[in-house]
T-cell receptor, first 113, second 112 residues
Framework: DVKVTQSSRYLVKRTGEKVFLECVQD?????MFWYRQDPGLGLRLIYFSYDVKMKEKGDIPEGYSVSREKKERFSLILESASTNQTSMYLC????????????FGPGTRLTVT | GNSVTQMEGPVTLSEEAFLTINCTYTATGYPSLFWYVQYPGEGLQLLLKATKADDKGSNKGFEATYRKETTSFHLEKGSVQVSDSAVYFCALKETSGSRLTFGEGTQLTVNP
């Protein structure tokens, strides 16, 4: 079974803090993704990575950065958290190639106060 | 650019009722289409998919047919159960890419 894990299910941080969200997959997937999920907006892509040390901006990258030093791990970084970054964050991964599906982690609900 | 539009929710049904959740899309070329489901407190799981026009995806009693002429991929189930209560997302992926574009999601609640 494919497993995508995220470091925390719930996280509370203060405005201005640096926040790290970690995602790990155990299936040697090349591609990894970070989304945020907000009611009425669906999932919006923040960043994705085709492979180790490669990253590409998604639709809403402002205020975020990412790191992929190892194939199995993809980190999302909020350099200075703000209240408008309160959201559910979902990580996903997949094998490269046109027919493969994305597998999702359980999500991290981040609250910035 | 690509976009996916789902019917406005939430949807509330009684057990054994018929379900339709509408999904239409805008895309260039011939995208693949997906329905994902998110049960309470969990991440998204792939429910079904279709990769070319007139394909029908099916799983767990749910079905959706890829209609290129109407750019639609409506989700249907003949008899819903309480355990189907979840959020359903329609999504598309361009043939050559790896990114998914999601719709807004539709909350389904099934009452006994």
């Amino acid at each position: 079974d494919v497993k995508v894990t995220q470091s925390s299910r719930y996280l509370v941080k203060r405005t201005g803090e640096k926040v790290f969200l970690e995602c790990v997959q155990d299936m040697d997937h090349e591609n990894m993704f970070w989304y945020r999920q907000d009611p009425g907006l669906g999932l919006r892509l923040i960043y994705f990575s085709y492979d180790v040390k490669m990253k590409e901006k998604g639709d809403i990258p402002e205020g975020y950065s990412v790191s992929r030093e190892k194939k199995e791990r993809f980190s999302l970084i909020l350099e200075s958290a703000s209240t408008n970054q309160t959201s559910m964050y979902l990580c996903a991964s997949r094998w490269a190639g046109p027919l493969y599906e994305q597998y999702f982690g359980p999500g991290t609900r981040l609250t910035v106060t | 650019g690509n976009s996916v539009t789902q019917m406005e929710g939430p949807v509330t049904l009684s057990e054994e009722a018929f379900l339709t959740i509408n999904c239409t899309y805008t895309a260039t070329g011939y995208p693949s289409l997906f329905w994902y489901v998110q049960y309470p407190g969990e991440g998204l799981q792939l429910l079904l998919k279709a990769t070319k026009a007139d394909d029908k995806g099916s799983n767990k009693g749910f079905e959706a047919t890829y209609r290129k002429e109407t750019t639609s991929f409506h989700l249907e189930k003949g008899s819903v159960q309480v355990s189907d209560s979840a959020v359903y997302f329609c999504a598309l992926k361009e043939t050559s890419g790896s990114r998914l574009t999601f719709g807004e999601g539709t909350q389904l609640t099934v009452n006994p």
